[in-house]
């Protein structure tokens, strides 16, 4: 069975800008992915549609700008917005439809699928292709994870995934996920990574082997904390364990090396911080809010994001971070 690949450089890369890329960005990003053969382009804000704020960071264009450039710069890819449910809304949803977007990829917490019901069946009822997203998924146990998909299953999901939003899966915890879903319910599964423990290519490719058929990957491994599985990488590494996608390897090296590369500000790499949220268990996008909450209150980011997750403090939570900073600065030690 052919593998699906979705790039999310345009969405979860965004978080390694600040939200900065421009329309023409975008369409260039765009371009190159569809000519190396990538199946399904995300594009939107990092934090999905209506995600520019200033809790989440202000975007340097519209999600429907974002979109329109990329489907004026793709003839075969389809185009995939991420949407987390209190924050972006079925009018954006429906905007971006009527601009051309087809995939619609509605994100909850691990153990709120409930809240996507609304979102899944508009996306199945009005012609997208409906997709589930679990975040945090390590925070759950694959039995029970299993339970939540079967329910954005029952919402008209075509596909459910297993969102390691943390970087804090290994393989074996990985692949017992993905084969917990891929066992309960009877549409297709997607593994998305993240790099925080320096895992994110090893644990797609043992989510493929569980039953994984959807996988995602950003082009020079953009994304928030230390950034997704690097797309050409996971790529290369998918064919040589002889699995088949519709990639063109050359082509994706290309696009990571001579379009990406240029834009962005500093390397992703795995860092202190980044490999305190794999190792604490905390959502990815917290990195740059708890630099800046330490840099303020002049204590060490890692003491603040082992603090988070203690509290397992989530997505939707970024209040608490100003909160630990604070907390920890008054008590003049480590939490």
């Known amino acids: 069975m052919r593998l699906t690949i979705a790039d999310t450089s345009l969405r979860d ?14 369409s ?17 804000h990092g934090d999905g549609l209506g995600g520019s704020s200033i809790q989440y960071g202000i975007a340097a264009a519209s999600d429907e700008e974002l979109v329109r450039a990329a489907l004026q710069a793709v003839e075969s890819a389809q185009i995939a917005v991420l949407l987390l449910p209190g924050i972006g809304t079925l009018r954006r949803l429906t905007a971006v439809r ?13 153990t709120e699928a409930d809240i996507s019901r609304q979102h899944l069946s508009w996306a199945r009822e009005n012609g997208m292709r409906a997709i589930g997203f679990l975040m945090m998924s390590h925070m759950l146990s694959p039995s029970a994870l299993a339970a939540q998909a079967a329910l954005m299953e029952s919402y008209g999901a075509d596909v459910v995934y297993v969102v390691d939003s943390a970087g804090a899966l290994v393989p074996a915890a990985s692949a017992d996920r993905v084969a917990a879903l891929a066992q309960r319910i009877d549409v297709e599964v997607g593994f998305h990574a993240h790099n925080n423990l320096g895992c994110a290519v090893g644990n797609a490719l043992a989510a493929v082997d569980a039953g994984a058929t959807w996988i995602d990957g950003s082009l020079r491994g953009l994304g928030a904390g230390a950034g997704n599985a690097a797309t050409e990488v996971l790529c290369a590494a998918l064919d040589r364990a002889g ?4 990639a063109d390897l050359f082509a994706l090296m290309d696009a990571a090396e001579e379009i990406v590369a240029p834009m962005l500000p500093r390397p992703q790499i795995v860092d202190r911080e980044a490999l305190m949220l794999g190792y604490a268990g905390v959502y990815s996008s917290f990195r740059l809010h708890a630099q800046r909450a330490a840099e303020k209150y002049g204590v060490d980011a890692r003491d603040v ?3 988070l997750g203690r509290r397992r403090v989530v997505g939707g939570q970024e209040d608490m971070i100003i909160e630990v900073a604070a907390q920890i600065a008054g008590a003049g030690v480590r939490a």
């Open 305 to 307: 994001l082992v603090e």
């Open 13 to 26: 890369g965004m978080h390694s800008v600040a939200h900065q890329f421009t329309a023409g960005d975008v």
């Open 28 to 44: 260039r990003v765009a371009r190159g992915l569809d000519i190396a053969g990538i199946d399904v382009i995300e594009v939107s």
């Open 98 to 110: 009527e601009l051309g977007a087809s995939v619609a990829r509605v994100a909850t917490h691990c």
């Open 243 to 246: 699995h088949e996608t519709s």
